[in-house]
């Protein structure tokens, strides 16, 4: 910004305004006639800056204003504006605000999330932790609400870190607070009880300092109980159950909803601890039923309409389980608390017989499967928004590096039509010179053009020599051999049975000239296509194992769904075990063989080990075996791990991508 624009008297009254529009003495139509105003100045004088930090002071007063539309839309205004200036800050700021509008307005929390997160890689960016561990909390708590939990517990973790280099503020206290007791709720329902208890320990820590409310304290009181609950320690969790309720004086003036909830949690511990003092826990329960349904709150009053239908059935006052049971069931149909429908379905199929518990039951199972359904689609939902915003912001890249560059290509060509003109003008021989020097130049493309695919037709030569060198030593030379091994040990068997053998391995033999013949026309043949690659490699493992003589466990999963599996990776799973048999037999002198694939973290896993006499890997050189296992894994971009000790066998692990 200029000093003219700095010292003139419009941008003054443009700072007048805005000063204006934040003083909380005014009434808020004052504060908007001001910051309207300034936003008038600001557009007059055309400067982006002024304009934006105007903006800015616009979107405030509407905030508090509860105008959210025109914030939103201001804040799209700012956006652009921010961008053109290449302004950080004000976009991350920016982002934020709109993440927060449809996360706490319109309550879109896919949209919510993916401007959370581009104002958080912003902030990290530039370096703006005390904003970017803000963001970071939204972003968590979207997630836990969408079950979420593993990424909701990631970026809470990451903002708690952020959180602990910040000056010590009340403020931040708060926000510590709020995080670790978030962490707290994600492990209680991840069912990891003991490390729920310890983030709920270090919340209820944080809660005890004068900065922050004794409401957290007590919060965290009541946390830590339910997750002593959960690891059935009853006493410790009413003894801190009891610690709360003798605030009730004191939080029933800032939220009276709390008090039924503690009291419906510490009369149903009871209940699971067995005590017999069964009509003062039935009374505890229709209080705090009364007293959530008197304060119109419909979350309490459903967990103590849940619990009473429970302690009704266990003490065989089934109508009185019925009528709590169908108001938990209208209840959280109400208020889509799918959780307690649940519940409160299976409730009513138990206390209702014949037809009509049929009914409930089948509901139960419906909502249960669409549930786990969901959960499935959303699990990695929020990490594809992430991508995707990444790639939204690598296309407006691009795009403004395409008009940059089609603004030089335009000034380019005007100079090149300019050039051609005076160039058309000079006589004929400055012509044909031209010319020459274009023909050249085209020919010297075109040598080049020729050497370059000459260079990929050797490479693709070489490659396929070195494939078919593989398919020949793991496919055709590992059969020969097994057969080969096969026959021998027939020299000396006569009779029937011998013949019969024999018949067979000449049919094997039969079949390894097909597959030579195969291997001349297609050797990417779809041979381990669908559900049977397991039946196939299950064959080649039994027959291997019965002429290397050796004993072998072979175990696999069935959640691999091998049809989506590229071929490539089947035949280098199926090429793989292959040369690790043959290498068992003709090395390791082993008596048993473990082979194993499962499905890890997205990533199929497959181990084979042996008793054999290992050996040492740091004095030992990788034979053609070993190479070849090495090159297969590398092409279908995996990693193997050969472990070792002599006299002690060895495992290779194989990692390849699902």
């Given at each position: 910004m200029s000093q003219n624009i700095i010292n003139s008297q419009e941008f003054k009254d443009i700072k007048r305004l805005r000063s204006l529009s934040e003083n909380n003495e005014l009434s808020m139509d004052e504060r908007l006639e001001n910051a309207l105003e300034a936003v008038k100045l600001s557009e007059e004088i055309a400067v982006d800056t002024v304009l934006i930090n105007s903006n800015r002071a616009l979107s405030t007063v509407y905030l508090y204003r509860g105008d959210y539309v025109k914030f939103r839309n201001v804040n799209f205004k700012n956006l652009d504006l921010a961008v053109q200036a290449k302004d950080s800050l004000v976009i991350g700021i920016v982002n934020l605000n709109l993440g927060w509008f449809h996360h706490y307005t319109m309550v879109q929390n896919d949209s919510a999330y993916a401007y959370y997160s581009e104002a958080a890689k912003i902030y990290d960016k530039i370096g703006a932790n005390d904003r970017q561990f803000m963001v970071l909390s939204y972003m968590a708590d979207i997630q836990e609400t969408e079950k979420d939990y593993l990424g909701a517990e990631a970026n809470a973790i990451k903002a708690i870190k952020i959180l602990n280099d910040l000056p010590k503020t009340e403020d931040n206290l708060l926000s510590s607070w709020v995080l670790y007791n978030l962490l707290g709720i994600i492990n209680l329902k991840l069912e990891m009880y003991d490390e729920s208890l310890a983030y709920h320990e270090k919340a209820y820590e944080i809660a005890k300092r004068k900065e922050v409310s004794l409401m957290q304290e007590m919060t965290s009181l009541n946390n830590m109980a339910f997750a002593y609950r959960k690891l059935h320690d009853y006493e410790k969790a009413l003894s801190l159950y009891t610690n709360v309720l003798d605030y009730k004086d004191r939080y029933n003036k800032t939220d009276p909803t709390f008090y039924p909830l503690v009291l419906e949690n510490f009369a149903f511990t009871k209940f699971e601890a067995n005590h017999q003092d069964i009509i003062n826990i039935e009374n505890m329960l229709k209080d705090a039923y009364q007293i959530s349904d008197s304060l119109s709150d419909p979350t309490t009053q459903l967990a103590v309409s849940i619990d009473l239908a429970k302690f009704y059935l266990k003490n065989t006052q089934k109508d009185s389980a019925l009528v709590y049971a169908k108001k938990s069931y209208n209840l959280a149909n109400e208020i889509s608390s799918y959780d307690i429908l649940l519940e409160s379905m299976q409730l009513l199929s138990e206390i209702k017989k014949g037809d009509q518990g049929k009914k409930y039951l089948n509901k139960y199972?419906?909502?249960?499967?669409?549930?786990?359904?969901?959960?499935?689609?959303?699990?990695?939902?929020?990490?594809?928004?992430?991508?995707?915003?990444?790639?939204?912001?690598?296309?407006?890249?691009?795009?403004?590096?395409?008009?940059?560059?089609?603004?030089?290509?335009?000034?380019?060509?005007?100079?090149?039509?300019?050039?051609?003109?005076?160039?058309?003008?000079?006589?004929?021989?400055?012509?044909?010179?031209?010319?020459?020097?274009?023909?050249?130049?085209?020919?010297?493309?075109?040598?080049?053009?020729?050497?370059?695919?000459?260079?990929?037709?050797?490479?693709?030569?070489?490659?396929?020599?070195?494939?078919?060198?593989?398919?020949?030593?793991?496919?055709?030379?590992?059969?020969?051999?097994?057969?080969?091994?096969?026959?021998?040990?027939?020299?000396?068997?006569?009779?029937?049975?011998?013949?019969?053998?024999?018949?067979?391995?000449?049919?094997?033999?039969?079949?390894?000239?097909?597959?030579?013949?195969?291997?001349?026309?297609?050797?990417?043949?779809?041979?381990?296509?669908?559900?049977?690659?397991?039946?196939?490699?299950?064959?080649?493992?039994?027959?291997?194992?019965?002429?290397?003589?050796?004993?072998?466990?072979?175990?696999?999963?069935?959640?691999?769904?091998?049809?989506?599996?590229?071929?490539?990776?089947?035949?280098s799973l199926y090429r793989i075990v292959q040369e690790s048999l043959q290498n068992i037999y003709k090395h390791a002198e082993a008596k048993e063989v473990n082979i194993s694939i499962q499905l890890k973290k997205s990533v199929i896993l497959m181990i084979i080990s042996d008793n054999g006499k290992g050996f040492d890997l740091t004095k030992s050189k990788k034979g053609i075996g070993l190479k070849n296992i090495t090159s297969r894994v590398n092409q279908i971009n995996g990693s193997v791990n050969f472990s070792s000790e002599e006299n002690k066998g060895t495992t290779i692990t194989i990692k390849a991508p699902y």
């Open positions: 199972i419906a909502l249960s499967d669409s549930l786990l359904n969901n959960e499935r689609n959303v699990r990695n939902k929020f990490a594809r928004i992430e991508f995707e915003t990444d790639l939204l912001a690598e296309e407006n890249e691009r795009i403004s590096r395409e008009r940059l560059w089609l603004s030089f290509t335009s000034v380019a060509l005007l100079i090149t039509l300019l050039l051609l003109y005076i160039v058309i003008t000079q006589r004929a021989k400055n012509k044909e010179l031209m010319f020459l020097k274009n023909q050249q130049e085209a020919n010297e493309e075109i040598y080049n053009l020729m050497l370059s695919q000459q260079e990929k037709l050797d490479e693709v030569r070489h490659s396929e020599k070195k494939r078919i060198s593989q398919e020949l030593h793991d496919g055709i030379l590992g059969r020969l051999f097994g057969t080969r091994l096969s026959l021998d040990s027939l020299n000396f068997n006569e009779g029937m049975e011998a013949v019969k053998k024999r018949a067979n391995y000449l049919v094997e033999l039969k079949t390894i000239e097909e597959e030579i013949r195969r291997i001349s026309h297609d050797l990417n043949n779809d041979f381990v296509s669908g559900s049977r690659f397991m039946d196939i490699l299950s064959e080649l493992i039994d027959k291997q194992s019965i002429a290397y003589k050796l004993k072998y466990k072979f175990n696999y999963t069935d959640n691999i769904d091998w049809e989506i599996v590229s071929n490539k990776i089947k035949i």
